[in-house]
Nanobody, 123 residues
Framework: VQLQASGGGLVQAGGSLRLSCAAS????????KGWFRQAPGKDREFVAA????????YYAESVQGRFTISRDNAKNTVYLQMNSLKPEDTAVYYC?????????????????WGQGTQVTVSS
């Protein structure tokens, strides 16, 4: 499974960005997907996750109500809509694919990782 994240950039506080993660490879469209982020000097942290069928969604408390994860299995793509961005959202964002359809909130729940896309929010 290969994952290609895109959509990062520089945005002012209060702005929006939409990240995309295109997956390829065997059974990639049915796997659970997650977004994680890592800010400079900090550990990688969970952001959002969606099950393979899309019926279970989880968010980190810090992004609840501002970010929305979704998926289009026909396009084999998962999205992260980020609204009301804050400077503390600045990080490299990584998408990940699980071993199966069940979504998790820990990085060891995911077997495959993309290369990351930089999101910078200016104050």
């Amino acid at each position: 499974v290969q994952l290609q994240a895109s959509g990062g950039g520089l945005v002012q506080a209060g702005g929006s960005l939409r990240l995309s993660c295109a997956a390829s490879g065997r059974t990639s469209s049915s796997r659970a997907k997650g977004w994680f982020r890592q800010a400079p000097g900090k550990d990688r942290e969970f952001v959002a996750a969606i099950s393979g069928t899309g019926d279970r969604i989880y968010y980190a408390e810090s992004v609840q109500g501002r970010f929305t994860i979704s998926r289009d299995n026909a396009k084999n793509t998962v999205y992260l809509q980020m609204n009301s961005l804050k400077p503390e959202d600045t990080a490299v964002y990584y998408c990940a694919a699980g071993s199966g359809i069940v979504a998790g909130t820990r990085d060891y729940d995911y077997a495959y990782w993309g290369q990351g896309t930089q999101v910078t929010v200016s104050s």
